[in-house]
């Protein structure tokens, strides 16, 4: 657990360590590099990144940075030795367009799996399914034009039929149609199995408890592993 704990960085976290490396290496320009220092730079540049990037749904809103499922998605790649690290840009109350927004910031990181969970909250402001589906596809086009090479995967939402039949149909296309356009990679529904599930749920009964993020979890996982071109 410890090593997990110690192996799952979240994004703020990493662009520090990059700053406060960039730092250092100015200052010892011309010094010789110790064995140690050229060990751990190796294993840096070796490691992959998965980038979740998303609401309050991935930041594990009312719970433990431990228990959401990001975290929980380390734990299953350290199990199996494999060689990246998860970074958790989990934002509460993000809509698409504030993740839009904000995006830059976080591309800083190239990712090599980029992992889209937006959408929930313009569903349930009843904002319209046309600027959500732009602001998906300008983040997916951003993703892409900085790094072509990153593989894609989108989480798949549903809301509850406050706005109408007609809406809420609509909303839920959005994600297949949008995994479609960009050959991405969808999870049809990230919190199937926890959904209207009171027990799996915090008292507002819309963020999962932590064993509603095991089995979230265990949706992104089933989707991720072939990803990842691994077994499981």
Same mark, same amino acid.
């Given at each position: 657990?410890?090593?997990?704990?110690?192996?799952?960085?979240?994004?703020?976290?990493?662009?520090?360590?990059?700053?406060?490396?960039?730092?250092? $290496?100015?200052?010892?320009?011309? $010094? *010789?590099?110790?064995?140690?220092? @050229?060990?751990?730079? @190796?294993?840096?540049? /070796?490691?992959?990144?998965?980038?979740?990037?998303? =609401? $309050?749904?991935?930041?594990?809103?009312?719970? *433990?940075? @431990?228990?959401?499922?990001?975290?929980?998605?380390?734990?299953?790649? =350290? *199990?199996?030795?494999?060689?990246? *690290?998860?970074?958790?840009?989990?934002?509460?109350?993000?809509?698409?367009?504030?993740?839009?927004?904000?995006?830059?910031?976080?591309?800083?990181?190239?990712?090599?799996?980029?992992?889209?969970?937006?959408?929930?909250?313009?569903?349930?402001?009843?904002?319209?399914?046309?600027?959500?589906? /732009?602001?998906? /596809? =300008?983040?997916?086009?951003?993703?892409?034009?900085?790094?072509?090479?990153?593989?894609?995967?989108?989480?798949? +939402? /549903?809301?509850?039929?406050? +706005?109408?039949?007609?809406?809420?149909?609509?909303?839920?296309?959005?994600?297949?149609?949008?995994?479609?356009?960009?050959?991405?990679?969808?999870? #049809?529904?990230?919190? =199937?199995?926890?959904?209207?599930? $009171?027990?799996?749920?915090?008292?507002?009964?819309?963020?999962?408890?932590? @064993?509603?993020?095991?089995?979230?979890?265990?949706?992104?996982?089933?989707?991720?592993? #072939?990803?990842?071109?691994?077994?499981?």
């Amino acid at each position: 657990m410890t090593r997990t704990i110690l192996k799952f960085r979240y994004f703020f976290y990493l662009l520090l360590l990059l700053g406060c490396g960039e730092t250092n $290496s100015s200052k010892e320009k011309g $010094s *010789s590099t110790t064995e140690k220092e @050229e060990v751990a730079e @190796e294993k840096v540049t /070796q490691e992959k990144v998965i980038v979740f990037f998303g =609401d $309050s749904l991935t930041a594990g809103y009312g719970l *433990s940075t @431990e228990e959401a499922f990001p975290a929980l998605i380390q734990q299953y790649l =350290d *199990s199996l030795n494999l060689n990246y *690290s998860v970074i958790n840009a989990g934002l509460s109350g993000e809509t698409t367009a504030s993740g839009k927004n904000r995006l830059g910031w976080v591309l800083n990181q190239e990712a090599d799996v980029f992992v889209l969970e937006l959408g929930a909250n313009d569903g349930l402001r009843g904002i319209p399914l046309s600027e959500t589906r /732009q602001n998906l /596809q =300008d983040i997916l086009d951003a993703v892409k034009e900085q790094n072509p090479d990153t593989r894609i995967i989108l989480a798949g +939402m /549903q809301i509850p039929p406050n +706005m109408g039949q007609e809406y809420t149909e609509e909303f839920r296309k959005i994600f297949p149609e949008i995994t479609q356009k960009n050959e991405a990679v969808l999870i #049809p529904f990230l919190l =199937d199995g926890v959904a209207g599930i $009171s027990s799996l749920n915090l008292e507002d009964g819309i963020h999962p408890t932590a @064993e509603g993020h095991k089995i979230v979890a265990g949706n992104v996982w089933k989707v991720l592993a #072939p990803v990842l071109n691994t077994d499981y």
